[in-house]
């Protein structure tokens, strides 16, 4: 059994450099879907032909596509520690897909990122100048934020319920709020 911690929030709220970091920390696998999506991409799979043209649009790549990419993923022997899902569940569909496999991969805590949303738009921008990322253009950031604010926040009631949630200031500075992170860990493991 490897448990799941997913980092939920909106684009440009610094999910990936927290999951990197958290992950070295605590030896866990830091899954990026959208980092698995842009190395099909790059490798010209049949799925990154499928899934460029959406992803530069800013919208999201279908459901089926996505879970079976992560599903196969955490197959991948360096899951057994324990995993940093970042960037996945994005729709509901999506987080019921972890429900069928929670026997094997129990979700243990979710971490929502709170950044308002000027901020946010700036961070993508800058990020855009050196990440080469193609979809970090201001009309696909728009499109990406209504699909987060549609498809990706009702889940943070989803796991309300389940009492998962821990929030998150994501403004500030990036080893404080990594400090913050790792201290609520550091408690429940
Ligand atoms: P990210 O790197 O997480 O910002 O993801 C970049 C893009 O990849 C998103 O805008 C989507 O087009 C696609 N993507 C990444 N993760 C998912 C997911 N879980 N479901 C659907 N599309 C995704």
């Given amino acids: 059994m490897s448990e799941l911690l ?10 990936g450099t927290q999951a990197i970091k958290i992950a070295s920390k605590f030896g866990f ?6 980092d698995m999506l842009r190395e099909h991409i790059s490798n010209e799979t049949s799925l990154g032909k499928v899934a460029k043209s959406v992803m530069d649009k ?7 596509l996505v879970i079976e ?10 899951c057994k520690n324990g995993v940093i899902l970042d960037g996945f569940p994005r729709t509901l569909p999506q987080a019921e897909s972890l429900e069928n496999i929670k026997n094997e991969f129990p979700v243990s805590k979710v971490f929502v990122f709170e950044v308002d949303e000027d901020e946010l738009v700036q961070r993508i921008l800058l990020r855009g100048q050196t990440s080469g990322r193609t979809d970090d253009t ?3 950031i728009k499109v990406r934020f209504e699909i987060y604010m ?3 926040e009702p889940l943070i009631n989803f796991y309300h319920r389940q009492e998962k949630v821990t929030k998150i200031n994501a403004v ?4 404080e709020i990594y400090q913050n ?8 493991l």
């Fill in 6 to 15: 997913i980092f939920l929030g909106p684009p440009g709220a610094g999910k």
């Fill in 29 to 34: 696998a830091h899954i990026s879907t959208g």
């Fill in 58 to 64: 800013g919208n999201l790549v279908s459901d089926e």
């Fill in 69 to 78: 990419m992560l599903v196969e993923r955490l197959r991948n022997d360096d």
């Fill in 138 to 140: 201001e009309g696909s």
């Fill in 150 to 152: 549609q498809d990706t």
């Fill in 172 to 175: 500030g500075d990036v080893d």
């Fill in 181 to 188: 992170i790792a201290e609520d860990l550091n408690k429940y």
